[in-house]
């Protein structure tokens, strides 16, 4: 079957679904939530989903993320997408990179998992910045900001296979 909004069958929106966050009951539910009105009500059932996650889930999705700073393997959309993101201007900067592989060892030291965050239009020099904080964090408020980012990068990602018009019927 295909949904009427997206023009794809439910197996290839699965499949652009989960390159934007790789947890399968996100990619099952929002499926199950179709046929869709238009890109605004996919991404509003999307939101709500991606907000739900189980900490098992985040760990899961986790998996899927390269460490900032180093080049994803594959040549999938979710690799493309994470290429995308962490294109700041100032990557060749040696300096910023060894802080930042350097904040990646730390942190995975501190909280055994990956450093993620939003990479997409912050710098290098606010990416380390915000690693170097978060490095003092507690856990459980760890936990809640890896949850918060991992849902801004999937909704960012969704937006762009997705995009909602200006001005659209579903709108109003």
Do not use: K, W
């Amino acid at each position: 079957m295909a949904d009427a909004v997206t023009g794809q069958s439910d197996h290839d929106l699965r499949e652009a679904l989960l390159s934007c966050l790789g947890v399968e009951r996100f990619a099952a539910d929002v499926v199950a939530g179709g046929p869709y009105a238009g890109n605004a009500s996919l991404l509003a059932t999307a939101d709500a989903v991606a907000a739900s996650l189980t900490p098992d889930e985040v760990d899961a999705a986790l998996a899927h993320h390269p460490r900032i700073g180093e080049r994803p393997q594959g040549e999938g959309q979710s690799q493309r997408f994470s290429r995308s993101e962490q294109s700041a201007a100032e990557a060749s900067d040696e300096h910023l990179a060894s802080a930042i592989a350097e904040g990646n060892r730390a942190y995975e030291e501190r909280f055994d998992r990956v450093f993620l965050i939003r990479a997409a239009g912050r710098s290098r020099a606010e990416i380390l910045s915000e690693l170097q904080r978060r490095l003092t964090l507690d856990d459980a408020t760890e936990a809640a900001t890896v949850a918060s980012e991992l849902h801004d990068i999937t909704m960012l990602r969704l937006a762009s296979l997705y995009p909602v018009p200006d001005h659209t019927p579903e709108d109003r």
